[in-house]
Antibody, heavy 122, light 107 residues
Framework: QVTLKESGPVLVKPTETLTLTCTVS??????????VTWIRQPPGKALEWLAH???????SYDTSLKTRLSISRDTSRSQVVLIMTNMDPVDTGTYYC??????????????WGPGTVVTVSS | DFLMTQSPSSLSASAGDRVTITCRAS??????LAWYQQKPGSPPRVLIY???TLQSGVPSRFSGSGSGTEFTLTISGLQPEDVATYYC?????????FGGGTKVEIK
């Protein structure tokens, strides 16, 4: 069974940098064509896609947040890391990572982590 | 920028009603369109992928259709357990945008 788990700080101060880790269990990211994406959800609001890393290591980012985001992958640890700089209270919310099989067999993001809540406050 | 406009933003219907939610894309793309259901306190779960393919385990009252710039999720016979927020998402290429969500309630 494939599972994802997000981890990182619960509380960050304004202007600080947030580092979140998505740990994938039950499969090796180096052996399969899987992409990992990060999504966030402010309290009571809609899902927002943030960043994605393909199995090829190609990366894509939401245009409006591109200058603040960095996504990377450590296949030996089966982890995907998201870094977001210059945090602001409006960045408060639940952050999810999700997995997608690439190619014609894709079933969209069918595996999600439980999410991790991040609060930005001084 | 690529946009997915989802409508309505909320709806209230009676149990057994047919419910339709629409997503319109700012430009056409292939059928890599998914519909997700999210209940409070939980991550989303995929209902439909490839615009019209039902995910395994999802009740057959859910169906998806559309192509190009307009896609539709239909719930044929709304059930109390369908109370949730529904999102569309384009999931291929470099732009993985979500629609703004539709909150579905039971009258």
């Amino acid at each position: 069974q494939v599972t994802l788990k997000e981890s990182g700080p619960v509380l960050v101060k304004p202007t600080e940098t947030l580092t979140l880790t998505c740990t994938v269990s039950g499969l090796s990211l180096s052996n399969v064509k899987m992409g990992v994406t990060w999504i966030r959800q402010p309290p009571g609001k809609a899902l927002e896609w943030l960043a994605h890393i393909f199995s090829s290591e190609r990366k894509s980012y939401d245009t409006s947040l591109k200058t603040r985001l960095s996504i990377s992958r450590d296949t030996s640890r089966s982890q995907v890391v998201l870094i977001m700089t210059n945090m602001d209270p409006v960045d408060t919310g639940t952050y999810y990572c999700a997995l997608i099989q690439e190619g014609s067999s894709s079933k969209a993001f069918d595996i999600w982590g439980p999410g991790t809540v991040v609060t930005v406050s001084s | 920028d690529f946009l997915m406009t989802q409508s309505p933003s909320s709806l209230s219907a009676s149990a057994g009603d047919r419910v339709t939610i629409t997503c319109r894309a700012s430009r056409g793309f292939n059928n890599a369109l998914a519909w997700y259901q999210q209940k409070p306190g939980s991550p989303p779960r995929v209902l439909i992928y490839a615009a019209s393919t039902l995910q395994s385990g999802v009740p057959s009252r859910f169906s998806g259709s559309g192509s190009g710039t307009e896609f539709t999720l239909t719930i044929s016979g709304l059930q109390p357990e369908d109370v949730a927020t529904y999102y569309c998402q384009k999931y291929d290429d470099d732009v993985l945008t979500f629609g703004g969500g539709t909150k579905v309630e039971i009258k």
